[in-house]
């Protein structure tokens, strides 16, 4: 039987990837004072239709609902951030501290077409600034995601930056967009036709050439912000400089979510082809307040992990431990009395791998040799008769008897030399 289409199983060997770069995020994310957040898969449909957007692709194509037993509609999360904010909103975060800076890596379903890049089942790593204006925060949160992207050997992205203003600001040039757009109605692309009703602004996105084409000449975004948008922007933009963080501004760039508003960023990598974006992120100082908290500004960003695995997967050397010890027994009496002898491995923290197949010495041995272990530990009747125990040094393919009761001193040795 296969997984569901556009899920995937993470097996061992990649789990040690995925714990890596959970454990590496973690430190790296709490010398900056973020701590992390656990929130449920499933939610209430209406908070991210309440958050995300009626006419954004999430939302209108792309959730996994569904009425559970009790008819609730339900879904299961599409991205983290509207999440965060019903945490930080149910949960009163606001009232411990004026700045909550949280973090969170999990599973995120989106119902699209399975492809290089995009699965149904994908997790996402993210940050949330909460609490502040300032554009030092935007400024925080985008260094941070470099400082992740290269932890994990990640160089070769770009990060695209623009300012989205206020809502008025983007309505106002809504309406220019469109007055100018709906003049070549007929030459753009369906999707965008479509838009020009629903979501204008996401035009702005089409990978439409001819769509592009007339886009060029269309209205910028920025010509409508005033001065506290520009300011802003401005100010982050300096701190990105004063970080020697290399950016493009790109004033075509506004995102598919509907709560973002100011600062608005994209990472994006030469190698992962037409998925190329791995980070994603941006302002959303009215989400909080639309989710029935107080007033509250907030920052963020999300990175897709599967995206980042694909591009730095072989450069992440992570060192993996073979077993110290492979035990093997002769007889039934020898497996009756390993397990003490288990239990003092365990007291010194020593890896061990049991045999668990009863046959012959010679292809127990083999096994031992197999699993790279560095010492195996032989029990048979023999040694059990004189209190002893076994031990063969697979390197130098030494052999000694030590007694029982030297088995600690014989393990403190090992460590030592480990
Ligand atoms: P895309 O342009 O690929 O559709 P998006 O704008 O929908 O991305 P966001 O909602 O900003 O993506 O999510 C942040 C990141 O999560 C993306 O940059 C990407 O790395 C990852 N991501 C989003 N959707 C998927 C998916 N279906 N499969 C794998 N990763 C995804
Ligand atoms: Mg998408």
């Not at 009496?333 to 049991?354: D, G, H, M, S």
């Not at 088995?407 to 090992?414: G, R, S, V």
Request: proline share 3%; glycine share 6%; net charge positive.
């Amino acid at each position: 039987m296969q997984p569901l289409r556009g899920t995937r199983d993470i097996l061992p060997n990649d789990v040690i990837l995925w714990q890596h770069i959970y454990n590496r995020t973690k430190e790296i994310l709490a010398l900056s004072n973020y701590s992390e957040i656990r929130t449920p898969i499933l939610e209430s449909t209406s908070l991210f239709n309440r958050s995300i957007g009626n006419e954004t692709d999430i939302v209108n194509k792309e959730m996994y609902s569904f009425a559970d037993q009790g008819k609730r509609q339900i879904t299961l999360r599409p991205e983290g951030t509207a999440s965060v904010v019903r945490s930080f909103v149910s949960n009163k975060l606001y009232q411990e501290s004026k700045t909550n800076r949280l973090w969170y890596l999990g599973p995120m379903f989106r119902y699209e077409r399975p492809q290089q890049g995009r699965q149904r089942q994908f997790h996402q790593l993210g940050i949330e600034c909460i609490g502040s204006i300032n554009p030092m925060a935007d400024t925080e949160v985008i260094r941070l995601a470099t400082q992740l992207l290269q932890e994990f050997q990640c160089f070769n992205y770009k990060i695209e930056i623009n300012s989205i203003g206020n809502l008025q600001e983007r309505n106002l040039y809504k309406e220019s967009l469109i007055t100018y757009l709906i003049s070549y109605k007929e030459d753009l692309d369906n999707d965008s036709q479509a838009r020009l009703k629903t979501n204008p602004l996401r035009i702005l996105d089409s990978k439409n050439k001819k769509t592009q084409e007339i886009l060029n000449q269309a209205p910028s975004l920025n010509q409508y912000l005033g001065f506290e948008s520009r300011n802003h922007f401005d100010l982050v933009c300096q701190y990105l400089n004063e970080l020697n963080i290399e950016y493009n501004i790109n004033d075509k760039l506004v995102r598919g979510l509907d709560y973002y508003n100011y600062t608005a960023f994209e990472m994006k990598v030469d190698e992962l082809g037409s998925q190329d974006t791995i980070c994603g992120g941006g302002r959303y100082d009215n989400l909080i307040k639309q989710l029935g908290g107080p007033h509250t500004p907030a920052v963020g960003w999300a990175i897709g992990i599967e995206r980042l695995l694909s591009i730095v997967k072989h450069n992440l050397q992570i060192k993996t431990k073979n077993p110290t010890i492979y035990i093997i027994t002769q007889g039934i009496e020898a497996q009756r009395k390993i397990w003490n002898i288990i239990k003092t491995l365990e007291k010194y923290k020593i890896n061990f791998e049991l045999d668990l197949y009863n046959n012959n010495l010679q292809k127990q041995m083999k096994r031992a040799y197999r699993s790279k272990a560095s010492v195996c530990l032989i029990l048979g009747d023999d040694e059990i008769n004189q209190k002893e125990i076994t031990l063969k040094y697979l390197n130098t393919r030494e052999q000694k008897r030590i007694f029982n009761t030297n088995l600690p001193q014989e393990l403190e040795a090992m460590l030592k030399n480990n």
